[in-house]
Every structure is written in structure tokens, then in C-alpha cells.
């Protein structure tokens, strides 16, 4: 079925957050996906004033238009595993740049995603693993600077503590167009000392 899409915001950059019946934040999905829970009639519940209207056929009896409202959270019949909540996110290198704000956290200068690298604040060939508590987002000036040593060998001190961030935290990093109810439903979600942070 051909779809049309009326945009009360970019069409490309949307997506929904998707819960479970109990409310447990499970991830982004495409307006794609969306429509298909929707249409599968999936939807327990919803949160939000409609971001998306999507048109579809025509009925030829009425000659209506069919259409469909997405809401920005759209929480779907069934429920997640209990150690299925707050996954660690997985470690890459957008995720980390994201976590560290696209700063150097050696000099504390801002960088494109292209011009940053993973630093391991204990070398991997010193026993250093490659986790969120062990990994820095570094220029590559001070990546090379810092060398195969530690901070604290090459006088580098961070500016700031390595940590593996919640699945929250995660959802809200690796997406650069949320929408308000979506980002308040997100803070309301996060530990207070990490809420307070994010609405500063």
C-alpha cells in the first residue's frame, strides 16, 4: 500500500519510542515500524500529542481517505523479560563521542565525530580493556600524545570519569531530534543525580 506522510516535524529524522505494556523503555523504531504496530492493531497505549499523520488507500465505497496518527510513544501489547530492562549499551564509537559531548576529554576542545578517536585511559597492552568505564573520546593530537601510557604517566590528567551510560542515557545520546514529550518521558526515567544534569 502507497503511503503518503504529512510532516509536522522531518520525516527522516523521526522516530518513536517504543515501550512495553508496562511501560518499560525498549528502544527507537522507524514511523515505519510504528504504523505497523498500529496497523496490527499492537498498540496498548500511547503517549503525546499525534508528531505524524500518515495517509494511506481510499475506501472505494466512501471515498475516504484513510488515515493514521502516530503518537511519539506508542507503548505495544506484551511485555519484556524483567533482565531485559536498562541493557548495557553497546560500546562503539559514535556512542562514545555522544557520551563525551564531541569533546577531547585531554584538552577539552570540541571535535567532529571524524576527527575524534577511542582512547583507552589504561592501555590494552597494559591490562586496559576496551569497556565504557576504560574509554575516553581523545583528539587525535592527544591520543598520540598521550601514547601508550597512563593519564597520569603522560601528565594528562581527564577532565572527566569514563562511565558506561544507563539505557536511557543512551536513548537520549543517540538521538539528536527528539521531541519534548519523548524527552521529558526520558528525564522523568533517569537516576536524579543524572536528571538534574540533564536539565541544567
Excluded at 19 to 24: C, I, K, V, Y
Excluded at 40 to 52: M, S, V
Aim: charged share 20%; with cysteine; glycine share 6%.
Amino acid at each position: 500500500m502507497l503511503m503518503e506522510v504529512a510532516n509536522r516535524v522531518d520525516l527522516n529524522a523521526t522516530r518513536v519510542l517504543s515501550l512495553d505494556a508496562a511501560g518499560r523503555i525498549l528502544d527507537w523504531i522507524s514511523w515505519q515500524d510504528a504504523v505497523c504496530l498500529y496497523v496490527r492493531d499492537a498498540i496498548a497505549w500511547t503517549l503525546g500529542e499525534p508528531c505524524l499523520t500518515v495517509h494511506g488507500g481510499w475506501n472505494r465505497g466512501t471515498g475516504m481517505q484513510s488515515t493514521l496518527s502516530l503518537h511519539p510513544i506508542i507503548a505495544s501489547t506484551g511485555h519484556c523479560h524483567a533482565d531485559a530492562t536498562d541493557p548495557a549499551p553497546t560500546l562503539s564509537n559514535p556512542a562514545l563521542f555522544a557520551r563525551d559531548r564531541h569533546l577531547c576529554l585531554y584538552c577539552g576542545e570540541h571535535f567532529t565525530r571524524g576527527e575524534l578517536t577511542r582512547d583507552h585511559v589504561q592501555p590494552v597492552s597494559r591490562g586496559g580493556r576496551d569497556e565504557w568505564e576504560n574509554v575516553v573520546s581523545a583528539c587525535l593530537a592527544c591520543n598520540l600524545k598521550k601514547g601508550n601510557r597512563t593519564p597520569q604517566q603522560a601528565n594528562m590528567p581527564l577532565l572527566a570519569v569514563p562511565y558506561r551510560p544507563s539505557w536511557v542515557e543512551h536513548l537520549i545520546l543517540s538521538n539528536r531530534n527528539i521531541l519534548a514529550d519523548q524527552m521529558e518521558f526520558l528525564v522523568s526515567h533517569l537516576p536524579r543525580n543524572r536528571r538534574q544534569a540533564m536539565e541544567a
